[in-house]
T-cell receptor
Framework: NAGVTQTPKFQVLKTGQSMTLQCAQD?????MYWYRQDPGMGLRLIYY???????DKGEVPNGYNVSRLNKREFSLRLESAAPSQTSVYFC???????????FGPGTRLLVL | AQSVAQPEDQVNVAEGNPLTVKCTYS??????LFWYVQYPNRGLQFLLK??????LVKGSYGFEAEFNKSQTSFHLKKPSALVSDSALYFC????????????FGDGTTLTVKP
């Protein structure tokens, strides 16, 4: 039982490049989330998916897109990376909205 | 709108002493409240949650939290701190549907010194 997995663990991009962060959970959870964590700013929600087939914007969605590919997988895409997107990105899942969230190990992204 | 606040960025305690990490909340209705811990270079891990019932909630690693409705607080406590408890702690309420915001506090760094 792997829980929540994220790939890659670390990535360096040049400004303007694109990339997709992958997330998968094996707990049969309905809800999935993408956060970014920056020093002194806690966790900020980028996008979430309350259930398979639905996605909604969070607090800081600009510059990102998401796809809930199936119940297990929720990917985050940066179409044109900017230095302001340098951050640590966490994926999480929960059985439902009000339930405990389980986090992946994170992806450390550096945009030059 | 639902929110939590952690008034202290940093808490320092000596090993063996009791520790408290503070959290206050603002929610409508009956609150669901959570504590998470983050060790360096790791994702967040669930510690404990309050849904209803006993105001003292026991969680992982010997931690407990006290729900106080009159003070709108949900402070995290441990009777005897360990050096290995040093980490970043987050208080949280479920996602605020209307605002689309994550409702995690900004985090409190706990440092336990030998």
């Amino acid at each position: 039982n792997a829980g929540v997995t994220q790939t890659p663990k670390f990535q360096v991009l040049k400004t303007g490049q694109s990339m997709t962060l992958q997330c998968a959970q094996d707990m049969n959870h309905n809800s999935m989330y993408w956060y970014r964590q920056d020093p002194g700013m806690g966790l900020r929600l980028i996008y979430y998916s309350a259930s398979e087939g639905t996605t909604d914007k969070g607090e800081v969605p600009n510059g990102y897109n998401v796809s809930r590919l199936n119940k297990r997988e929720f990917s985050l895409r940066l179409e044109s990376a900017a230095p302001s997107q340098t951050s640590v990105y966490f994926c999480a899942s929960s059985r439902d909205r009000d339930e405990t969230q389980y986090f992946g190990p994170g992806t450390r992204l550096l945009v030059l | 709108a639902q929110s939590v606040a952690q008034p202290e960025d940093q808490v320092n305690v000596a090993e063996g002493n009791p520790l408290t990490v503070k959290c206050t909340y603002s929610v409508s209705g009956n609150p669901y409240l959570f504590w998470y811990v983050q060790y360096p270079n790791r994702g967040l891990q669930f510690l404990l949650k309050y849904i209803t019932g006993d105001n003292l909630v026991k969680g992982s690693y010997g931690f407990e939290a006290e729900f106080n409705k009159s003070q709108t607080s949900f402070h995290l406590k441990k009777p005897s701190a360990l050096v290995s408890d040093s980490a970043l702690y987050f208080c949280a309420v479920p996602r605020d549907t209307n605002a689309g915001k994550s409702t995690f506090g900004d985090g409190t760094t706990l440092t336990v010194k030998p």
